[in-house]
């Protein structure tokens, strides 16, 4: 039969980092699925750094990686630089980060879209919704073609109603160079969103042949590089290159402060607030006043164009500024700058409207992914764009909704602290906002979330036949290494205290051994008495030492995440009338009715939420049923 052109299970909207990972998620897990986007050549285009993981960011694509999804597997054909930061730490805070080269990227997005069986890609402006009561039934585009689908997923970025901003001059645009979803915007003010604006910046390019980097430092990426997917490979990586490290000088923090009545940060003439994590050079030189320089990374924008990106200075102010200031840096004195660097201010939505589906709370069907919930970052949106895209296609089959605990996945922080608390400044992920930080490695995302992601569809045969592989291994090599023993009377201690010069009083399994701070797997498995008979894979033996050597702090959060899984587990209904609770202050009664929470765990981090009040809405619900 002919595929109806106009009617689909799930449309996505907007072909940007959420909107791609949303749309293969949904087609993966079994949706006919449309993906509408202003241009089929910018699907994938990442409007800022051509950069993909860092901390707690790299624990995020990971995950999306565990979960089938494509960001990975995209940074792995495109990374031409490569570091695994925090190195030396603790392994929950170690991450992975790649410098891309911004067309192999998206490229590799774009072939993976064009590619994924069960969706096709229109290229189109999305101007309105369809929308039936409190239902969503499809959308409508700039040219009047109107799209059928029960379910939609809005990804539409910095695009709605933006406004580009350099010094004086304003102008509506989506990012430099692409024109701004107005229309859509301004349909959207009219439904039951809660709408603001958040901005947020970008620095100058540069021509890097301009550059004097004799005056700089070399930051080579790491060898052995890491590797970003599950799947993955180094071989799948590109040549690589090294990004270089430079300051500003007290010249470019005077050219600042003297033109600080022209930024339209300083002026007024932008409202919206910036990303304070990513604050732009005339941020920094007002906050830090006493700081006398700032380092800038100077990053290659790929590998056959002469561009670079100078971390670090992005600014909105005017361009003879601009030109001024980077002409002031070390190693700048005669850079060519090709595109100047701006502000954008965009529309967001209060993500306390949505649920943890990212099912917006006020019409059925319809769901939010990436920036428009208030976030910044590729690698955020992107994983909100998996988790809507998989729970439209389950919304079209009346399947249950999925979202991963707190205590499960970067992920449900993330989408846990939109729902919960909402956001007045743009949301970016680090480890320091999970709790169960042990528990969420970056080198466990697979086995925390691949099964998940079988049981909804995401994971192929193949990822799944190698993930079961490596449990397998690892459960078979702790097990082998707690068989072994070394005492003060048999070969193997004898060796060990030779070998390793460790003392031994009494009998240790190997696994004993491997907890010592001082021994690590591959010093034990040098060991004659306790070498495997063929060579372990290097991430099965990392399972088993961090494991092993932090078995008691994460049986220690383990107990706790067990403690907290009966609120966790209890839900709120849908529509439930928190007036009958009680007892309930009139300042909670009000917070709750803000956020409506879907189970008392959620309830539980309201700020201000005591334990008292958590106990009268447990008793409530429990009368109730
Ligand atoms: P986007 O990547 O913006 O994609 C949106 C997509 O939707 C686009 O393909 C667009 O064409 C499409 N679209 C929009 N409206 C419509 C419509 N009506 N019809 C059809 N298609 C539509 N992140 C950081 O982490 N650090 C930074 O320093 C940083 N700086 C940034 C600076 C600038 C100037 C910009 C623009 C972004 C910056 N970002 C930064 C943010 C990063 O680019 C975003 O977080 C990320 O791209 C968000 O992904 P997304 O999928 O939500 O939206």
């Known amino acids: 039969m002919t595929p109806d052109f106009h009617r689909h299970d799930v449309i996505v909207i907007g072909g940007g980092h959420a909107g791609t990972e949303a749309a293969l998620a949904s087609a993966r897990a079994g949706a006919r699925t449309l993906l509408l986007t202003h241009g089929i050549e910018t699907v994938g285009a990442m409007s800022c750094n051509p950069a993909i993981g860092g901390i707690g ?174 799947m993955g490979s180094r071989d799948d990586h590109p040549a690589q290159v090294s990004c270089w490290i430079t300051h500003t000088t007290e010249r470019t923090h005077a050219i600042i402060r003297g033109a600080l009545h022209r930024s339209p940060m300083y002026s007024g003439q932008i409202e919206g607030i910036g990303p304070r994590y990513c604050p732009s050079i005339e941020d920094k030189v007002v906050r830090f006043a006493d700081k006398p320089s700032h380092q800038i990374f100077v990053e290659p924008e790929g590998l056959d164009v002469v561009e670079i990106y100078p971390n670090g200075i992005s600014t909105s102010l005017p361009f003879d500024v601009q030109l001024e200031l980077v002409r002031s840096i070390t190693g700048f004195e005669r850079a060519h700058i090709t595109r ?38 590729y690698e955020e949106a992107a994983a909100q764009g998996l988790l809507a895209g998989v729970n439209a296609a389950r919304f079209v089959r009346a399947l249950e909704a999925w979202s991963p ?5 970067y992920l449900g922080v993330l989408v846990d602290d939109l729902i919960t608390h909402g956001t007045s400044e743009p949301y970016r992920m680090f480890t320091s906002r999970a709790e169960y930080r042990l528990q969420l490695r970056e080198d466990n995302a697979d086995l925390r979330l691949t099964p998940a992601g079988r049981e909804l569809g995401l994971v192929d045969d193949a990822r799944w036949a190698r993930f079961e592989a490596k449990r397998e291994a690892i459960a078979r090599e702790s097990q082998r290494l707690g068989g072994l023993w070394a005492s003060p009377n048999n070969a193997a201690g004898r060796e060990a205290v030779a070998t390793l010069g460790i003392e031994l009083s009494r009998e240790n399994s190997a696994l004993d051994l491997l907890r010592r701070p001082e021994l690590d797997y591959a010093g034990l498995a040098s060991l004659e008495a306790f070498a495997p008979e063929s060579p372990v894979d290097a991430e099965v033996a990392e399972q088993v030492e961090i494991e092993t050597k932090y078995a008691g702090y994460l049986q220690r959060q383990r107990d706790e995440i067990a403690r907290q899984q009966r609120n966790e587990g209890t839900p709120v209904p849908d529509g439930f009338d928190y007036a009958q609770v009680r007892g309930l202050s009139a300042e909670l009664l009000q917070k709750l009715e803000r956020v409506r929470p879907q189970t008392v765990g959620q309830a539980q981090r309201i700020p201000g939420m005591t334990p008292a009040a958590v106990s009268l809405l447990l008793v409530h619900l429990e009368r109730a049923r």
């Open 340 to 377: 100047p660097g701006y502000a954008i201010e965009y529309d967001f939505f209060d993500p306390r409207g949505l649920k943890a589906s990212l099912e917006t709370k006020a019409i059925a069907g319809l769901f939010f992914a990436g920036q428009i919930n208030g976030t910044t970052g």
């Open 405 to 409: 605990r707190r205590d499960e996945a």
């Open 57 to 230: 960011k790299g624990h995020l694509v990971r995950e999306i990686d565990a979960l089938g999804g494509v960001m990975a597997k995209a940074a792995d054909a495109a990374g031409i630089q490569w570091r695994r930061l925090n190195a030396s730490k603790g392994p929950a805070v170690r991450a992975t980060r790649c410098q891309a080269d911004r067309s192999l990227y998206r490229a590799f997005i774009r072939r993976a879209v064009e590619q994924q069986p069960n969706l096709t890609v229109f290229q189109s402006a999305v101007d309105d919704l369809v929308i039936d009561g409190d239902t969503v039934r499809g959308a409508i585009t700039n040219t009047g073609l109107r799209f059928d689908a029960p379910a939609v997923v809005l990804t539409a970025g910095t695009f709605l109603a933006g406004k580009v901003h350099i010094g004086e001059t304003q102008y509506a645009a989506g990012r430099m160079g692409d024109p701004p979803a107005t229309t859509l915007a301004a349909r959207l003010r009219e439904r039951p969103f809660t709408v603001d604006r958040l901005k947020t910046g970008t620095p100058p390019r540069i021509d890097g042949r301009s550059l004097d980097y004799s005056a700089m430092t070399e930051q080579p990426g790491d060898d052995p590089r890491p590797v970003f997917s599950f």
